[in-house]
């Protein structure tokens, strides 16, 4: 039987294409820090392998023999929030089933039925100490999805551990390692009185926070290269850079195109196809319209204000150079959820290109569900896309429904923008692609449209450059800019077909007459059509 690329759940090696657990982080440093006793946080977004880590790693301890390693997940106690009677004796339980299998014999429920009559603020730290006092070798634990238990139970759990740090080894955990999408000093936890507990001071003896990476292009390659091996299904080499652009290596999405474009596509399950980097536009455009899991979980953080205080300067093409209007609590919590990401001497910027491509999409999904605008509208005889046409026809609907329909956006500083997109979308639908760039600090989105011309792989394809601008100070300098940036990002592009700069007036000082028009500029001898909204 074929394994085959997993998205659902810890990896099985004999069931699934998989790139070492171990190797995914520096385990050297983690076998230090559990020697010299720490307890520490490793923390990851989700679906990015931080199980299929942890219980690796278990399974390397307890082979080596010098520890009782023992993994829990802890997120069943999330349905009982802060009734903390419940949440307490929901991880005793789970800790007791856990270490069961480990240990082999009956002592960790023996334990636990001796601590039920232990009040919730201590019967926690009751069986972690019988336990560590009871078996023969130093425990080390992980707890994973720590960060879903909420409010006075969360705090009641890190307090505990806390209370029985300083009798480790003998008489508690050598090493306990807390695993969830954020680090523990990032919590704010509402207790029940409406106070508010930073995770920090609940768990003050943390002594590192290691956070768990994404893929590197050579682990990409090696994943896909597994298949190939098993098979004998090549994949083009240009396939490799494309997975690349499209996921930089976040691991749900790498597994995602990998399962789609070999299995999903049903054409593909013949061996002897060979995988082609059309194949895999097609894929990752499945997977986007498809909404899984991983999508539709992201899709539903976007409706959160603090996450919206972060992504909408990023889509309304803010003219702020740098990060530093946005709460910095904020963009920690986008990160730690892996939608976007910090680098140095850089703004920030959405994670990857899918996901680039998920926001607006899905921001505008009603919008474009209303609008009754149809592909064929726009078409020429040799199947092209008329963008002129389109674009005339935009501009109408822009200035009948923009105030209206930009007010039922919870993005509504990107309105505009988000408008364009929705009614583009609409168009190219099932037969075409847009590429999207846009970033804190970039004052512009780029769009490039791509048109297949013919069905199948392989054949021709329009490309259509489109720039976005608001209008900020005088019209002249903002076209003179526009119009280098359009022929920055054509040349870019490589072989483009036309390219537009859409100017959008949001100041209200001109007439819908005066703000619509449209008119080509030649520069560096390229005809780049500008268009007022």
């Known amino acids: 039987m074929e394994r085959t690329f997993n998205t659902a759940g810890p990896q099985i090696p004999a069931d699934n294409y998989t790139i070492d657990p171990l190797s995914r982080f520096d385990l050297e440093e983690i076998l230090m820090l559990i020697r010299q006793k720490r307890y520490f946080v490793l923390h990851a977004p989700r679906q990015t392998g931080k199980t299929s880590c942890l219980l690796a790693l278990r399974d390397y301890l307890n082979e080596k023999g010098d520890y ?4 829990a997940n802890v997120e069943g106690g999330q349905a009982s929030r802060n009734d903390m009677q419940s949440v307490i004796k929901s991880t005793v339980d789970t800790l007791a089933n856990e270490f069961t299998d480990i240990v082999n ?13 232990v009040g919730k603020d201590a019967m926690l730290t009751s ?16 707890l994973d999805e720590i960060d879903a238990l909420v409010g006075d139970s969360l705090v009641s759990v890190l307090r505990q551990i806390r209370a029985g740090y300083a009798n480790r080894p003998a008489a508690f955990p050598q090493s ?50 597994q298949h190939t091996r098993e098979t004998g299904q090549v994949f083009d080499a240009d396939c490799f850079p494309m997975i690349w652009n499209a996921t930089e290596g976040q691991p749900w999405l790498v597994n995602a195109i990998g399962q789609e474009v070999t299995y999903e596509m049903r054409e593909n399950r013949d061996r002897t196809v060979r995988i082609t980097s059309e194949m895999i536009d097609a894929a990752i455009e499945h997977i986007i319209y498809r909404r899984d899991t991983h999508i539709d979980q992201l899709i539903d953080k976007l409706k959160e204000e603090r996450v919206r205080r972060v992504i909408q300067p990023m889509l309304a093409n803010s003219d702020e150079a740098d990060d530093s209007l946005i709460p910095v609590d904020d963009i920690q919590y986008v990160e730690d959820m892996g939608l976007i990401k910090r680098e140095r001497g850089a703004n920030l910027r959405i994670s990857n290109n899918i996901y680039r491509e998920i926001i607006p999409r899905e921001l505008t999904w009603s919008t474009q569900v209303m609008m009754t605008q149809k592909p064929q509208w726009y078409m ?25 329909w930009i007010g039922k956006f919870d993005y509504a500083e990107a309105g505009p923008q988000l408008l364009l997109q929705a009614y583009l979308q609409r168009v190219v639908n099932g037969g075409g692609y847009i590429d999207r760039e846009y970033g804190l600090g970039r004052r512009r989105t780029d769009l490039l449209v791509r048109k297949p011309l013919t069905d199948g792989y392989g ?9 976005l601008k608001i209008k900020r100070g005088a019209l002249d300098k903002v076209i003179a800019e526009g119009l280098e940036q359009t022929a920055d990002y054509m040349d870019l592009c490589g072989s483009v077909d036309e390219g537009h700069l859409i100017i959008f007036d949001r100041s209200g000082e001109k007439s819908w007459d005066e703000r619509i028009w449209h008119k080509p500029y030649d520069h560096d001898g390229r005809t780049i059509i500008v268009w007022g909204m």
Do not use: W
Request: charged content about 25%; glycine content about 6%; aromatic content about 10%.
């Open 68 to 71: 009782i390693a023992v993994y």
């Open 105 to 117: 014999n009956g002592v960790p429920y023996e334990l636990r039925d001796r601590v039920q009559n």
């Open 127 to 142: 069986y972690l100490r019988s336990l560590s006092k009871e078996l023969p070798k130093p425990v080390v634990l992980f």
């Open 176 to 225: 306990i390692i807390l695993c969830g999408v954020r680090d523990v000093r990032d919590y704010r936890i509402v207790l029940s009185n409406q106070d508010i507990v930073t995770g920090g001071s609940a768990f003050n003896i943390k002594a590192k926070s290691l956070r768990l990476g994404d893929f590197t292009q050579e682990e990409i390659h090696e994943l896909y290269m």
């Open 380 to 404: 020429n005889p040799d199947n092209s896309l008329n963008m002129e046409k389109l674009l005339v026809d935009f501009q109408q609907f822009f200035r009948q429904n923009a105030d209206s």
């Open 459 to 467: 054949g021709p394809v329009q490309r259509i450059v489109l720039e």
